[in-house]
T-cell receptor, first 116, second 115 residues
Framework: AQSVAQPEDQVNVAEGNPLTVKCTYSVSGNPYLFWYVQYPNRGLQFLLK????DNLVKGSYGFEAEFNKSQTSFHLKKPSALVSDSALYFCAVRDMSMDSNYQLIWGAGTKLIIKP | ETGVTQTPRHLVMGMTNKKSLKCEQH?????MYWYKQSAKKPLELMFVYNFKEQTENNSVPSRFSPECPNSSHLFLHLHTLQPEDSALYLC??????????????FGEGSRLTVL
């Protein structure tokens, strides 16, 4: 079965330090992977996606994610965290099986807290 | 962010009330979605409309009734809800290309509280 795991409910990082938000997945076939961010009292915003090609994907707000096929991971990273990066982050994988209608399978989310 | 707008942003209703959530997308997309977001749980897909036709109904109770009159508007009609239905309801849209590469664009959500 297709699935997505975000193993950390919360990640705490000091401002200016690098951050990583982890995501692992399980799919049959090639994965289409997405990261979204949700700021307090807002809807979700698309950050970046991996479809094919370069394993390092760059997205909005200075974020990037590295696709690792052997580890079935798609971790979100940023070299230097800002307090304004504090939000809820969701990883998702597209279910490309024939009867799925290509719907997204979501992780439970990771709360990122950046401390000044 | 005005691509997808949802109203109302907050709604409090009793279990015997009838209310509706409204969503409008200004992006020219051909698919619209309703999701339910509860704390510390993955987003739950409720309904999908492609080209105004409902293509997904993920075992949602009949007290939730969707309506998609055109490709820009989506409603969620609510009646005789339960307190456990209290959640953030998110509307989203996307351009479905048939290759699975498109991303979703979300509204800011309607926070529903059922008393």
């Amino acid at each position: 079965a297709q699935s997505v795991a975000q193993p950390e409910d919360q990640v705490n990082v000091a401002e200016g330090n690098p951050l990583t938000v982890k995501c692992t997945y399980s799919v049959s076939g090639n994965p289409y992977l997405f990261w979204y961010v949700q700021y307090p009292n807002r809807g979700l915003q698309f950050l970046l996606k991996y479809i094919t090609g370069d394993n390092l994907v760059k997205g909005s707000y200075g974020f990037e994610a590295e696709f690792n096929k052997s580890q079935t991971s798609f971790h979100l990273k940023k070299p230097s965290a800002l307090v304004s990066d504090s939000a809820l982050y969701f990883c998702a994988v597209r279910d490309m099986s024939m009867d799925s209608n290509y719907q997204l399978i979501w992780g439970a989310g990771t709360k990122l807290i950046i401390k000044p | 962010e005005t691509g997808v707008t949802q109203t109302p942003r907050h709604l409090v209703m009793g279990m015997t009330n009838k209310k509706s959530l409204k969503c409008e997308q200004h992006l020219g997309h051909n698919a619209m979605y309703w999701y339910k977001q509860s704390a510390k749980k993955p987003l739950e897909l409720m309904f999908v409309y492609n080209f105004k036709e409902q293509t997904e109904n993920n075992s949602v109770p009949s007290r939730f009734s969707p309506e998609c009159p055109n490709s820009s508007h989506l409603f969620l009609h609510l009646h005789t809800l339960q307190p456990e239905d209290s959640a953030l309801y998110l509307c989203a849209s996307s351009q479905v290309r048939g290759d699975g590469t498109g991303e979703l664009f979300f509204g800011e959500g309607s926070r529903l509280t059922v008393l």
